[in-house]
């Protein structure tokens, strides 16, 4: 450590340690906010993922899903609907608009060989994506927009020295809700047990009286949601 006039501070100075537990706390601190956020794009991630290995294609629309549940959310708000029930409704909307996107960009395309299909569908979806952003560009005239101050009470906490927000606490708790919700429908539910035999072989599946293509849109269905949850946490 320095002093202001660049002399350095003697051995066992106070200072130093006083120094070192700041940048210490500012270091736990930052990880702790990264480490919040972070879920939050995992939450994102893993729905992409889970459109990836049951329909073995890349949903390039998967960030506009996102997008969409975040400025709806957002215009919700801004009519006067309360946040609460302004997130529950962009996010099964997310839902609705991922399942449009498999229906509309990829549903057609199963009738090909998967190599034909795995290329096509990145180009189907990425129109998707093109059409979506384009409609937010038309809604927003390509301007920023944020909820306005307020729309969350902005408290925080103290753990263990280190501050956490509100919003931050419900991204945990709303992350955790729906990783939990996850695990306990793929491996408690018959849905989910259908799931995980289309994403092992559909062509299997259909042997065991399983319709992939019914399955595909729940799939869907839930990635949106994910996307729809982190859009309008973030």
Known sequence: TMWIFGGRSAPGDP???CVGRIV???IAQQILNGLITGSVYALFALGFTLVFSVNRV?????GAVFMSA????????????PFVIAAAVATVVAGGISMVVEFVALRRLRRFSPHVMEFAALVTTLGADI???SLAHKLTAAQTVRFPFGTFP???FFLFGLRISLLQIIIVLSVACMLSFLVFYL????????????????RASLLLGINPNAVYPQTFFISGIM????????
């Open 24 to 26: 210490a706390w500012m």
């Open 227 to 234: 996307a729809g949850i982190a859009g309008v946490l973030i």
């Open 154 to 156: 902005n408290q925080f």
């Open 187 to 202: 491996y408690r539910t018959s849905a989910g047990l259908r799931l995980r035999a289309v994403a092992s072989s559909d």
């Open 58 to 62: 890349l949903n390039l629309a998967h």
């Open 15 to 17: 200072s130093e340690t």
């Open 70 to 81: 975040a400025l709806l959310s957002y215009y919700l708000v801004m009519i006067g609907t």
């Open 131 to 133: 059409v979506l952003v």
